[in-house]
């Protein structure tokens, strides 16, 4: 049975011992069974549950941190009295080839203030990114490579 079932079920099981199925009570038993779960991890066998779940939290803080960079980014430059930017859109190659790897990948980026996610090529090798300041499109291609795409790779992978 899937893990991440068991976790749920374990979750519904706190939210009718307790009588209460508010969204912070189901999160409080979320974790608890998540907590529960780990106890018994050997016997079930679900080192990688855990392995995945703390490698798409890192994500998420990394999402997190890039938000705020890049919303300060911007900020900056909106409060510049002469805004000296050079917005375009560049073709970032892409690691990421599944769908869903690719739909997280463009909304992470479209999500991050001062870049969009335009299009994908026809042959998914691609993302073309618009983005509010292309004077260091290398730079911005390594960024998302060893930021985003890297952190989706480890993962979901």
């Known amino acids: ?3 991440l079932l068991i976790n749920l079920l374990l979750m519904l099981a706190w939210g009718a011992m307790t009588g209460s199925f508010t969204e912070i ?3 409080f038993g979320f974790l608890l069974g998540f907590f529960a779960i780990w106890l018994i991890r050997e016997q079930l066998g ?7 779940a703390t490698r798409i939290l890192l994500l ?3 999402f997190l941190k890039e938000l705020a960079l890049s919303a300060f980014r911007v900020a900056l430059l909106v409060l510049q009295p ?3 930017t050079r917005p375009g859109i560049f073709a970032f190659p892409l690691t ?3 769908d869903f790897e690719i739909a997280l990948l463009a ?5 991050t203030p001062g870049t969009l996610s335009v299009d994908v090529s026809t042959d998914r090798k691609f993302l073309y990114v618009h983005a509010i300041d292309c004077s260091d499109i290398a730079a911005a291609k390594e960024d998302i490579a060893q930021g985003f795409e ?3 790779l480890e993962a979901f992978r």
């Open 46 to 52: 679900t080192g990688g549950y855990f392995g995945r």
């Open 82 to 84: 002469r805004m000296e």
């Open 107 to 111: 909304n992470l980026i479209t999500l």
């Open 60 to 62: 998420l803080l990394l």
């Open 150 to 152: 890297r952190r989706i």
């Open 96 to 98: 990421v080839d599944r």
């Open 1 to 3: 049975m899937n893990i």
């Open 25 to 27: 009570n189901l999160f």
